[in-house]
């Protein structure tokens, strides 16, 4: 689960598989560096509401205040 809150107070809930967390986390550290885009896309997976075959949600870095990666285990 990753949870990313705006400068403007917005908070988005993505759960995204670990691998999709890392990406983040490493495009997070590259652009810190001054390294790589301006924004990032998530792609939103079954939280896909309506006709679309597919859905991202784009987060600009400069946007960012805070995030929380949540990790939990799926039990069947």
């Known amino acids: 689960m990753l949870t990313i809150t705006l400068i ?3 908070e ?3 759960d995204l598989p670990i691998v999709e ?3 983040f986390l490493n495009w997070y550290d590259a652009r ?3 390294r790589g885009p301006g924004l990032y896309a998530i792609d ?3 939280n896909n509401k ?3 075959n597919k859905r991202k949600d784009y987060v600009v870095f400069d ?5 929380e990666v ?3 285990t799926v039990t069947k």
């Open 8 to 10: 403007n107070g917005t």
């Open 12 to 14: 988005k809930e993505y």
């Open 21 to 23: 967390v890392n990406a």
């Open 32 to 34: 810190d560096a001054g």
């Open 44 to 46: 939103k997976h079954s």
């Open 50 to 52: 309506g006709p679309f």
């Open 63 to 67: 946007k960012i205040l805070t995030f």
């Open 70 to 72: 949540s990790e939990y």
